[in-house]
Every structure is written in structure tokens, then in C-alpha cells.
């Protein structure tokens, strides 16, 4: 069909390479399926075998604000090859692309951010922005500020730095001892009050932060780091007072805040970066995902000028990838973030959530539907087995969901622990969006409080 590309390997070939050869990081062992996508186009993608499949998870990963298939990216991608396809900028030498990006992403960042750190992706922007708190407060005289606290349930990567931040524990299993001198505070959940013991939320959190940083020594602490909405954690946007009254508590100990903004940046939550009205006002934004749209690895560390002068300045940082403001990811970097701007994708994304919002209204009341979240063009429905205790689902629940939902109805979504997460292309449309919501609604309504998905 024209939908789907020819190809050199029939797809139950591709399929069982795929099962000889290699390894997916989230799928167990034992598990045979596997779906290859060969093709896409807006916010639809095709499998090998033909299946057309509405992509309501930006890629599976967060990120295609602008949809797939836009081949002027790759026209972008070709020209700068042809011209140059990489130079080091360790030492004093650079390219042309990462100056004209840095100086781009100054003009979008909050006011005072005009130093970057380039990455290949947002775990390593993490890890840089570990070592360059650290680093910022060593050269200042205070090197015995090392402490990085962080929250359970915030995502923050698979490297040793932004893996040991992350507030999971199974990412942690079977690979030894993770990062020393980080310490895990509880994260904001409004939907869960029963994790404050009946205090008010922020009360509790503010008091546990400080009492925190007390027992590690004020001294001794050098950030914290927190996606201003949680989003691997299922979409969580915190009370409004949180970010404020964290910001303020650090502030007096002298202690920086890093905002990951490596899934909320770029558009997906309704603005360009989601931590300024939130209240947060950070040091350092880490980001990575939309800034390229993922049509080639890039993330970025953006730092305060303050910061960015003592990192960047004495003996230099000496922190550094081969790939680190690769041309042709800079490049296409600026052509993506051209078609957000042009196209008019940030505002776009709060069309995307109120279109979904209403289409999923009818979900809210299910009897396995605790809450649906939605933050911008995110999306997270937590499942529960009883309404009134909000008691969540165990998580094979949202995985048959999921599944489901692409076998009955062609729509892509993913499940992160209880709850089902939708992170759509920012050019996602409103059919599609309604289209993606009844089908949701449809599942969900057989879903039992047992867990039990009818037919
Ligand atoms: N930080 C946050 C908030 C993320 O959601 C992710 C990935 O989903 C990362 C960091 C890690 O980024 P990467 O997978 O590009 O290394």
C-alpha cells in the first residue's frame, strides 16, 4: 500500500531479528511481542505489517512535537552534512550551528539564561548538570556542597547521575551502588493526600525539605532537581504553591534548584519552558527530546549566567561528549524550533489538552478511573481498584489497557504504573484527539474494578 514502504524483509522476519538481536531496556525478558515501525507522517505511524497506528506518545518517548515525517528536517539534516557534518567544540573550536542554537535558546529560556552545555540526550544533561552544581559551588569556595536531593517518583534518566536521581528503585536493580550523597524527598501528588499523613500538602513537603536539608547539613547540599510537572511519574502537576515555597527554602540555604525540563520543555505543557510560571525560577534547565523534536539526539544544559560564568570560567569544565553541539543536530534543532514557533505549536498544545479534557470528561467517571490528568498535550489517567480509597491499579492493569487500546482501536499510548500517560505530536488534530478519546473511554468502560477487561 502506499502507506507502507517496501521492504527488503518481510515483517515476521524483522520481528524475530528483532527478538534474536536486540535488547529492549523496558521489556522483560520473556516477552515475544514486538511491533516495528517503518514509517510516519502528522501524528500517525505504520507498523511493518501495514497496521496504521494513531500516535498518542509522541514517538513512544515524550517528544515529536512536530509530528513525524517532515521532510524539510531532513532536507536541513542533508544540507549540513554536505557542509559539515561535525567538529569538535571541546577547546576553541566550534561550529557554526551550536553558536546560532545557544544564542536561539537564550532568547526562549527564562531571562538571565544565556550559557548552554550541549548533551546527546536528557539523562546526560542531567549528569552534566550534576557535576556543574557541584562544580559551581566547589569553585566558590564551598566544595563540600555535594548533596543533590531529589524526589521519588521524579524521573531524571538511566546514567549513574541522572539514573541515582530518578525515584524509582527498579532502575537501580542488579547494577550496584548508584550515585553517593543523594537523598530522595517525597514529591508532590494532589491526588494522594494519604501521603501527607492529612497535613496540607505543601506544609508537609516544605517541612519535610527543610527538616531534609538539616539532617544532611545545610552546607553540604548543593541542588535539588525536579521536573516542574512530574511526567514518567504519570503527569503530576503540583499545587501551585509548591514550586514557590521550595524555591524560597532553598534560596536561604544557598542551595541551587535544576528544573528537568527534558520532557516538559518545548511546548509539550503550553509554554516554551514550564518551570517559570510555575514559580520555580531555577539555576539550571536541563533538556533534551523536543528541542529536536527527536529527529536526531541532542539535549542541552541551560545554565543562569551566574553559574554558567563559574563553570565555564577558571580551568573550563572539563566535562565533555564527542557529540556535544553536534552540527547536525544543532541544525535541525533550529529548523524544528522554527516550525513549533511558526506553526504556532506551544499555544497549540492547550488546544490539543482542552480538545482531550473534553473527550476523556465521560472517563472521570468510570469505576476504575481515579483522575485524568491533563497538563498541556499530556495526558495521565491513573487507574485504581477503588474509587474512594484511590488505591491504584496494579500496573498490568494500565499495560492491558494499552494494549488494548492498540489492538481495538490502532491508538498508541503507554502505561506507567497505574496509570495510562498520552503525549501526542503538537500537531496532533481534532478528530484525532476525539478519535483517541473514544477509544480510551471505550476500553476503560470495560475495564472492572478487578482489573478484568471485558470484551
Ligand atoms: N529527564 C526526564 C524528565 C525525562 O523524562 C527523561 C526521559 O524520559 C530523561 C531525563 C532522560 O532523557 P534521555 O532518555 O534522553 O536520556
Known sequence: SQATPALSTSPDELEDLDRRHLIHPLLSGGSTDRCVIVRGKGSTVWDARGNELLDMTGAGNWLAQVG????????????????????????EFSNDQSIQLAKRLSTLAPEGFNRVLYTSGGSEAVDMAIKAV???????GEPDRTWIISRQMGYHGSTYGGGSATGFDFVHHGVGPTLPHVRKVSPPFPFHPEMYGGEPIT??????????????????VAAMIGEPVMGGGGVVEPPPDYWPRVREVLSRHGI???????????????SWFASPERGMAPDVITTAKGITSGYAPLGAALMRDEIGDVVGGGDGFLHGFTYCGHPVGCAVALANLDIIEKEGLVPRSLLIGKWLRQGLAPAAELPAVGEVRVTGATVGIELVANRTTREPMPPPVASSVVKELQQAHGVIARAYGPVVVMAPPLVLEEGEAARAAEATV??????????????
Open 68 to 91: 513525524h515525517g517532515r521532510v524539510e528536517l531532513g532536507e536541513v539534516m542533508a544540507e549540513q552534512v554536505g557542509r559539515l557534518s561535525y567538529f569538535t567544540s571541546f577547546s
Open 256 to 270: 541551587l534548584l535544576i528544573a528537568d525540563e527534558v520532557v516538559t520543555g518545548y511546548g509539550r505543557t503550553g
Open 134 to 140: 557541584r562544580l559551581y559551588h566547589s569553585r566558590r
Open 442 to 455: 471505550e476500553v476503560l468502560s470495560r475495564l472492572g474494578t478487578d482489573g478484568t477487561l471485558n470484551s
Open 203 to 220: 506544609d508537609f513537603l516544605v517541612r519535610e525539605l527543610e527538616q531534609t536539608i538539616e539532617e544532611i547539613g545545610p552546607g553540604r
